[in-house]
């Protein structure tokens, strides 16, 4: 399906939006959330490109933005050499007939007043077109071409199926005959038998029109029917851009890798949950430090000198974490040590840390935070130990200081860049290894990162 040309038709360079949110403490201004920071990539006629990622990593925003649905922060988008953020009103409108989008939500697409044919002609009417039997004609052409029939211009939105909205959306980009086309979850609210079908359309549409189609989505069954090419993006920044084909097969980066284990598979003797990502989606708006998926990835690069399995070297960070974070409830694990050594139930609710064996204690931070009875590697065990016993004895700050300084990772204090890796570009330190003294290195925080 890809033919690209020598230029990209699209190109996308240190794309950045940034929000900045409301209220402060004390009228501080909140520090501005990224939801896109720094994006490059290109896009090349006739291509089906798709961004995914989780909910909430920047890539609805991402599309808005290399079109000016919202304005960019920072970043240049080049339509066919022409750099679009510098357009003026009239510019910007003929671009909008060149790129048109297709929304995640049909139903808040339309106006439940107007009809459908009145929906589809809307663009028209934007760009000039007078001439009322001209735009039905199109109209008309448009809907059996998205499988529906001509009738159906006299219905409105509350008439129709998902599908059908889905096909009108279709109906309505088509309308001004674009050159690229951005779909924005194009099939996440359809049943899996209509999902088919519109990808089907989808495909057959490009063919008949010559379309260069950006496909925006969380499901990666839908990239991998559709699209020639693949952006993986996480936390606003792309972690690994290739061949679909390719990078399906040979994922480079963890969390793409990560992403593909989720995909279901119809061996049924692999009917296993795929790689767990332990906690949630840092906050936009203060990001971790260096790689911004080491606070969950499963393959964070432990320090040279230690000698500790990945399972266990995550779990060390992952407390770590917890630690840094003020959520260990040393109260509620040192009453649940209690009813494991058997002590009175009527002293355990008013119970303080210290009337509990602290080896109890420790016993049940170990297995609340998935941690072994003894590290293999001597060292790192005995600073475990020290910071353990600092924590049952009340002396929180100092576990603090303990685990930050002896378990850290180049992952947080160095952030990778995108690079070439033969057939693609990948963000990973595993792929590139960090020259610390030449590339930009940031503190970890106490907060947002392990």
């Known amino acids: ?20 949110p409301t209220g402060g403490i004390l009228g501080e201004k909140p520090d501005p959330v990224k939801a896109v920071d720094g994006i490059d990539f290109d896009v090349y006629e006739a291509e089906t490109i798709g961004i ?10 991402a599309a808005t933005a290399m079109i000016r649905l919202e304005e960019p922060t920072v970043g240049v988008v ?26 995640q939500d049909p139903d808040s697409s339309f106006d439940p007043r107007m009809s459908i044919g009145d929906a589809i002609a809307e663009p028209l009417i ?25 009738s159906d211009a006299a219905r409105y939105p509350h008439e129709l199926s998902g599908g059908q909205k889905q096909r009108i959306g279709l109906a309505r980009a088509l309308a001004v005959n674009p050159e690229i086309i951005i779909m924005d979850e194009p099939v996440s609210a359809l049943d899996v038998s209509i999902q088919s079908e519109i990808l089907q359309l989808i495909q057959q549409l490009q063919t008949e029109f010559g379309l260069t189609i950006i496909a925006i989505s969380h499901d990666l069954t839908v990239i991998r029917e559709i699209c020639d090419r693949v952006a993986v993006m996480y936390l606003g920044e792309l972690v690994e851009v290739g061949d679909a084909a390719d990078l399906f097969d040979t994922p480079k980066h963890p969390y793409t ?47 040279e000198d230690l000698e500790l399995s990945q399972e266990v070297w995550r779990s060390v960070l992952h407390f770590r974490q917890r630690v840094r974070d003020g959520t260990v409830d040393l109260e509620s694990i040192a009453q ?26 420790i016993d049940q931070l170990r297995r609340e ?17 020290q910071a353990l016993q600092q924590l049952t004895n009340g002396k929180i700050e100092m576990a603090r200081e303990t685990l930050s300084r002896s378990f850290t990772t180049v992952c947080e204090r160095v952030t990778p860049s995108l690079v070439s890796q033969g057939d693609r570009t990948v963000s990973c330190h595993l792929h590139t290894p960090p020259d610390e003294d030449a590339s930009v290195t940031q503190q970890p925080s106490t907060g947002a990162d392990p």
């Open 1 to 20: 399906m890809s033919r690209r040309s020598q230029r990209p038709i699209l190109e996308v360079r240190d794309l950045t939006k940034q929000y900045q």
């Open 257 to 303: 890798r990560a992403l593909l284990s989720a995909i279901p598979s119809p061996d049924p003797r692999n009917r296993g949950l795929g790689i767990t990502l332990d906690g949630d989606v840092p906050d936009p708006g203060n990001p971790p430090s260096g790689c911004r998926f080491h606070t969950r990835c499963p393959e964070v690069i432990p320090p």
């Open 336 to 361: 649940t040590a209690a009813i494991e050594v058997g002590m009175d139930h009527a002293a355990i609710d008013n119970l303080d840390v210290t009337d509990v064996p602290s080896s109890a204690v």
């Open 78 to 103: 080049r339509y066919r050499g022409e750099d679009i953020t510098d357009f003026d009103a009239n510019q910007l409108k003929r671009f909008r007939r060149d790129v048109q989008m297709v929304f």
């Open 126 to 150: 934007v760009q000039g077109m007078d001439d009322r039997d001209r735009r039905e004609q199109i109209v008309a052409d448009l809907l059996e071409r998205v499988g529906l029939s001509p």
């Open 52 to 61: 995914v990622g989780e909910s909430g990593c920047g890539k609805s925003t």
């Open 369 to 385: 935070s998935d941690l072994p009875d003894e590290l293999a590697d001597e060292t790192a065990n005995e600073t475990l130990e």
